[in-house]
C-alpha cells in the first residue's frame, strides 16, 4: 500500500509540474511571437535573450519550508508563484517597459502581481522588473490557469545579477559586508550604463534618421 501510495505521490507531482511546464512553454511562445513581429515591423529587435526554468523538487521543499505553509498541491499552488520563470533580457529600459506593456496587455494574460525594482531596486541593488502572470493551458481535462513569473531586465541589470547569485551562492548567502557594499555601487554602475546606452541609442537613431531625411 506504502509503494502505491508513493507512486501515486510521485504521478501527481509530476503532473503538478507538468502543468508549469506548459505555462513557461506558452509564455516563451507570446515571447518570440511579440519579438519576431516586432522585428518585422520596426526593423528593430528588442530582445537580447530568453531563458527559462522550472523550479526544481528541491527548491519548492525549501520553499514550503521557508514560509512555512502546507505541503499540499493546492496550497503550494497558490502560495508559490515562481515554480514556472521566463526572463526577457532586452537591449535598453524603455525595451523591458515596452516588452512588459505588449505581454501583460493581451487579452488571456492575468496579471496577479507586478514587482517593479527598476523604479524601485532592492536595497542591494537588484534591478528587474518583475510580473506574476497566469497563463491559461489547454489540457485534454479542460483549461486550467497557470501561474508564471516572467522577469523583465536589460543586459546590464542581467550581468549584475548573474555575478551577485554566484557569490551569493559561494558564500552560502553570508557574502562580507564590503563586498555587499561593491555589489551595491556596480549596481548603481550598471544602472548609469543603461542610461548612457540608452541616450547613444537614441543619438544614433536621431542621426541615421536625419541622414535619410537629407
Ligand atoms: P532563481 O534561481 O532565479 O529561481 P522569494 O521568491 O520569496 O525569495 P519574492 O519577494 O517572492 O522572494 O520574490 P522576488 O524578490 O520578487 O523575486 C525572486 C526572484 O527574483 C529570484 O528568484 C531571483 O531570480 C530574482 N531576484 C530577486 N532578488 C534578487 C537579488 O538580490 N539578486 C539576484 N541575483 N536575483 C534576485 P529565486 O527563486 O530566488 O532564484
Excluded at 156 to 168: C, G, N, R, T
Excluded at 180 to 194: F, H, I, N, P, Y
Aim: proline share 4%; charged share 30%; net charge negative.
Amino acid at each position: 500500500v506504502a509503494i502505491a501510495q508513493a507512486k501515486q505521490l510521485r504521478d501527481q507531482f509530476q503532473r503538478f509540474l507538468r502543468e508549469y511546464e506548459f505555462g513557461m512553454r506558452e509564455v516563451e511562445t507570446k515571447i518570440s511571437i511579440l519579438r519576431d513581429e516586432f522585428t518585422h515591423m520596426h526593423a528593430y529587435n528588442p530582445i537580447e535573450h530568453v531563458s527559462s526554468r522550472l523550479k526544481s523538487p528541491d527548491g519548492i521543499v525549501e520553499k514550503v519550508a521557508r514560509k512555512g505553509i502546507d505541503p499540499d498541491f493546492d496550497v503550494i499552488r497558490r502560495e508559490i508563484t515562481d515554480i514556472a520563470g521566463v526572463r526577457v533580457t532586452c537591449s535598453f529600459v524603455t525595451d523591458v517597459y515596452r516588452l512588459f506593456e505588449l505581454f501583460t496587455r493581451q487579452d488571456d494574460i492575468t496579471v496577479l502581481m507586478v514587482k517593479d525594482y527598476i523604479a524601485e531596486p532592492k536595497p542591494n541593488g537588484y534591478r528587474s522588473l518583475h510580473a506574476i502572470v497566469e497563463v491559461p493551458v489547454f489540457l485534454s481535462t479542460g483549461a486550467i490557469p497557470v501561474p508564471v513569473e516572467v522577469q523583465f531586465r536589460t543586459i546590464a541589470m542581467d550581468f549584475w545579477a548573474s555575478l551577485e547569485h554566484k557569490i551569493h551562492y559561494k558564500f552560502d548567502g553570508r557574502v562580507p559586508a564590503h563586498l555587499v557594499q561593491s555589489l551595491t555601487e556596480a549596481a548603481d554602475a550598471a544602472g548609469e550604463l543603461d542610461l548612457r546606452m540608452e541616450r547613444l541609442h537614441r543619438e544614433a537613431l536621431e542621426i541615421n534618421h536625419r541622414v535619410i531625411e537629407a
